[in-house]
């Protein structure tokens, strides 16, 4: 992956700016001074962003009628206007003519309350005056300028072959890189300026830049530029020109082509959010992603990012710009929710920790969960609270215990610069590896361990009775992590309450444990309340965690805590060497007990 960084800031002030000229028109003085009092947003751009994703570009009927194509038709192939209109820019200025009352049906039944229109449109050569004519059209005399930015127009571009777009990719039956568009933006700017220029709020737009301003950064985008980006053409101070970037290494998409971000960008990732949240510029921040995924790296920021500001996570089930999308409105909520400052303690520092905002509630990283593709699909798990916030009413419903940023005993200023993994050897034997977790500025290396999850059921032995032997996917599993993985672990998903795991399972993961992985067993589905403390095992219990926010946070205790203690033999540990292993656990359950 090519390093972004610092280079990656995009600044969207200059395209915002010209929005808010239209609204309140000023000095450039008194611009500066307004941009100057406003607080600044740090926007993140995460991978496989729906909410910053549009749907397919495709061909208007404006462009089919001029070159001759087959026209978008309804069900009764009866041609459906002039096709979907798409947010462009204006190559020179144009003067357009607006029917008078014509953006609401009921304008004329007022007309008494209205200016007269600036002329009218004589309805035999089409032509405008500003005096009446017999039967003409009223209407408004407008300059439509490229400065005023972005204007909802007919998309007129084909494919190179002349036909026209359908799809994002040449061909949709076997979408390729590189014969495919990318959907996605490369980072939050121009969501920003579309929501500002689009969005009514209240009667009026530029809804975010009048709150705030923005710096964009891009530490997993979902959109990447495949033939770089030259300094010039970019808007900030930038140290440098963007260099080309290839899908599914620099950026990651889930359509036409799907491609997921590794541990390693995650790492990255994390360093790139912890050094713009250590800047005094901002006010707080928002991580962009999709809206299957975000709840997994808002809790990851949650653990990891030290920070005092409030960070939002906010992800959208509809494509930006599609019908019923609620993206735009989960942006605004987060700007109004990082304003209203009630997310401060006493001290002015976050009491919440890092949420996620969708549907005007604010739930917290740990216990939210995607449970439909539909608004309101996002719900809590846990059986304890989790909606922090009623961001419509700008309070705080309850104040989590939980550690988080901060206060979090896993975040990168608290991890240690080394830990202790285990591996084997082609010998068979096990042996103690340093493990690298920070450097000396604390950045996070790419050591972010392997922890996969297994789930169990009924009806899934291979033979009754059982024999006592280990499940023998799981063992193959365990050799895989003992030879690559140095730091490993799983979590185990048993039965509801208690996690109860089948004997052939409880034994493969015994194994694991014994050779230096942590197992945490947690509850199936959605657990309701908490599992308790089996100290006769050797495993963590999982609280009332979910399984995948138990992994987690088991990837950052194991940056934290390093491997389990390995028996000199791993199949007949001394009583001794047991109750090193559960002091290690002890520790490792402190952590799930209080984060």
């Known amino acids: 992956m090519q390093s972004l960084g610092a280079a990656s800031l995009l600044a969207g002030g200059a395209a915002a700016q010209s929005q808010m000229d239209e609204v309140v028109p000023q000095s450039m003085d008194e611009k500066e001074d307004i941009e100057s009092d406003l607080p600044k947003i740090a926007v993140f751009a995460g991978p496989r962003a729906t909410i910053l994703n549009t749907s397919a570009m495709t061909t208007s009927n404006k462009a089919r009628e001029k070159y001759g194509l087959d026209l978008l038709t309804d069900d009764d192939d009866n041609p459906i206007g002039s096709g979907p209109l798409r947010p462009q820019r204006l190559a020179t200025s144009a003067t357009v003519y607006i029917e008078a009352f014509s953006a609401h049906p009921l304008e004329e039944q007022k007309s008494e309350l209205y200016a007269d229109p600036d002329g009218y449109i004589d309805p035999e050569t089409g032509e405008f005056s500003d005096s009446e004519v017999s039967d003409g059209v009223p209407a408004y005399e407008v300059t439509l300028k490229p400065e005023d930015g972005l204007y909802m127009l007919p998309y007129m571009a084909r494919k190179a072959t002349g036909e026209p777009w359908d799809s994002d990719s040449l061909d949709p039956t076997n979408p390729t890189a590189e014969e495919s568009r990318v959907p996605f933006f490369p980072d939050g700017s121009r969501l920003v300026e579309q929501i500002d220029r689009f969005g009514i709020v209240g009667g009026t737009n530029n809804s975010l830049s009048s ?29 440098g020109d963007i260099p080309p970037e290839t899908w599914g290494e620099d950026f990651f998409t889930y359509a036409p082509v799907s491609e997921d971000p590794t541990r390693e960008i995650l790492a990255d990732a994390t360093n790139e959010v912890q050094a713009a949240m250590d800047s005094t510029d901002y006010e707080g921040g928002f991580w962009l992603e999709s809206s299957a995924s975000v709840e997994e790296t808002i809790y990851w920021i949650n653990l990891l990012i030290d920070t005092k500001k409030p960070i939002c996570g906010n992800g959208s089930q509809q494509s930006h710009g599609d019908l019923g999308n609620r993206g735009d409105r989960n942006v605004l909520n987060s700007v109004e929710y990082i304003n209203s400052g009630i997310w401060k303690d006493d001290e002015g520092r976050d009491k919440v920790g890092a949420v996620l905002i969708q549907e005007e509630q604010a739930f917290t990283a740990r216990d939210v969960e995607k449970v439909d593709d539909r608004p309101g699909g996002y719900e809590t798990i846990g059986g304890h609270g989790g909606i922090v916030a009623d961001i419509s ?43 690298e977790i920070t450097d000396s500025y604390n950045k996070l290396q ?150």
């Open 393 to 435: 009413e700008e309070r705080l419903t309850f104040v989590p215990e939980r550690k988080h940023t901060w206060t979090s005993e896993v975040n990168v200023t608290s991890l240690p610069r080394h830990v202790t993994g285990v591996q084997k050897t082609s010998s068979g034997k096990f042996t103690e590896v340093k493990v």
């Open 446 to 595: 790419p050591s972010i361990p392997d922890v996969t999850i297994t789930k169990g059921g009924a009806y899934s032995s291979e033979s009754l009775p059982n024999d006592g032997e280990p499940d023998p996917v799981l063992m193959e599993d365990i050799e895989r992590k003992l030879e690559s993985e140095p730091l490993a672990g799983f979590i185990m998903e048993g039965s509801t309450p208690y996690g109860g795991l089948r004997e052939e399972t409880e034994t493969a993961l015994e194994k694991a444990a014994l050779r230096g992985m942590p197992v945490v067993t947690t509850s199936r589905g959605r657990p309701g309340g908490f599992m308790g403390v089996n100290e006769g095992n050797l495993f963590i219990e999982g609280e009332n965690f979910g399984t995948t926010k138990a992994r987690l946070l088991l990837m950052a205790a194991m940056m934290k805590l390093g491997s389990l203690p390995v028996p000199s033999d791993p199949d007949n540990p001394s009583d001794a060497e047991i109750d090193a292993i559960q002091e290690k656990i002890a520790e490792y359950q402190e952590i799930f007990n209080t984060h």
């Open 211 to 239: 709150q705030a301003n923005f710096d964009y950064y891009r530490p997993a985008p979902p959109g990447g530029y495949e033939d770089g980006l030259p300094e010039e053409e970019r808007t900030d101070e930038g140290d």
